[in-house]
């Protein structure tokens, strides 16, 4: 018999805010994370803006020295994890250790780490090079030290799925719950991606948007849009089955009932026409949620502000709603966090399931001229109150991968 699994934590450090509720009051507000491009030099870069998290000190969450064996994605994913321990009420101890496991993903790893290293290397040689690198670079470093730190001994693991990293590993640590294999999983991404070759990367293939100005920078489903806006961060959420929950009085969110993933078979980059593979993946949300198309009220749109990846979701969202896709509302919160990358994902799953607990649809802003071919209700530049039961999340990954994610309130 499948176990059910509630949300009963979370934690993030976003362009927004270094914490859930100021995360939360300052995209509810319509406020934007996106500026000044100041973590690497912008006259390098046809870019000028990014979504950056600002006045970050690892040593506020543990000792300074260990934080510096850590590259910025993994210091992001520690400092989350314990805000989402902390906000769950929840303490591992040896009793329980081996039922609490850790599921977070990471588009890039530690790109940083990487870099500045390989500048080491050319400049003075394999000697000057950290003894700490690989395990700076490596993606799975993130879950590898949140176990480490808060002592989680159950499964321990990392999906890689480029954008979609953060919501693949909230779906999989979902199943490990649901199969029985564990009471709780500490899960999301984390990704610090503003790097000089990931920068110099994503410009090369016009994937971002060289608008100046951060404020219309990144306008998800409007006519004008050119492309996403280089983000970093990360979410975490606290899954835990249904029973173990109410059994300790816990607080929960909503509860998680359905995960789709699929593959394009299409392109490297660009998503596979009509968003194919996407309409897949919420058809599947939907089937193992046991849910039909018309209970769903909102959906957290990957919605990136790229020409291609809006107009295919939003055809994705009409082929697996029908006439429902226009009564429904979509929103893209990348509007105002930019794209996370690999937590992209897992931020939206929180906002996912503030948006059931709180009764409140978050806006896409920058929404001012309309497109043909996105013809939604977008929630334009401005937070609207509903009573939320259903919400999807769509995230969708470089490679052709697709995911949705289906929350509901309990």
């Not at 949300?7 to 000044?36: F, H, M």
């Not at 500490?186 to 000089?196: K, L, R, V, Y």
């Not at 806006?363 to 401005?382: F, G, H, I, R, S």
Request: aromatic content about 8%.
């Amino acid at each position: 018999m499948k176990k059910r699994v509630v949300v009963t934590g979370v934690g993030c450090v976003t362009p927004l805010g270094l914490d859930v509720e100021t995360t939360w009051n300052n995209l509810l507000a319509g406020k934007s994370g996106i500026g000044p491009l100041t973590r690497r030099d912008a006259s390098k870069f046809p870019v000028k803006v990014a979504a950056e998290v600002k006045d970050f000190e690892i040593g506020n969450y543990i000792d300074f020295k260990e934080g510096r064996r850590m590259d910025r994605f993994t210091q992001f994913a520690v400092a989350s994890s314990m805000m989402a321990m902390k906000d769950a009420n929840f303490e591992i101890n040896e009793d329980n250790a081996a039922r609490v496991g850790v599921w977070i993903g990471s588009g890039n790893g530690g790109m940083e780490s990487y870099e500045e290293q390989f500048r080491n290397f050319e400049a003075k040689g394999y000697k000057r090079v950290s003894p700490f690198f690989v395990p700076m670079l490596i993606p799975d470093m993130a879950s590898g030290q949140v176990s480490i730190f808060l002592g989680a001994k159950g499964i321990n693991s990392c999906t890689v799925t480029a954008c979609a990293s953060g919501a693949n590993s909230i779906g999989d640590a979902f199943k490990v719950i649901e199969r029985g294999d564990a009471d709780i999983m500490i899960t999301g991404g984390s990704e610090a991606p503003i790097t000089d070759m990931a920068l110099a990367g994503f410009s090369s293939m016009k994937a971002l948007s060289f608008n100046e100005d951060p404020t219309t920078a990144s306008r998800p489903f409007d006519k004008n849009r050119d492309g996403f806006v280089m983000g970093e961060g990360c979410g975490i959420l606290i899954l835990e089955e249904l029973e173990h929950a109410m059994t300790r009085g816990a607080r929960i969110y909503a509860e998680i009932i359905g995960y789709g993933a699929t593959g394009d078979a299409h392109h490297m980059t660009t998503p596979a026409p009509d968003g194919e593979g996407g309409a897949r993946a919420m058809q599947l949300a939907l089937e193992d949620g046991e849910l039909h198309p018309e209970e769903v009220d909102y959906i957290n749109a990957h919605g990136t502000s790229t020409p291609y990846n809006d107009k295919y979701e939003t055809a994705a969202i009409k082929t697996v709603f029908g006439a429902h896709a226009h009564k429904l509302a979509v929103s893209s919160t990348k509007s105002m966090t930019g794209h996370l990358l690999g937590a992209a994902g897992a931020i939206e799953a929180i906002f996912s399931v503030k948006a059931i607990m709180d009764g409140i649809m978050p806006p896409t802003m920058n929404y001012q001229t309309a497109d043909e071919d996105c013809d939604l209700d977008y929630v334009a530049n401005k937070a609207r109150k509903a009573d939320i039961r259903v919400v999807l999340s769509n995230s969708l990954g470089f490679g052709g991968h697709n995911v949705t994610l289906a929350f509901r309130k309990l």
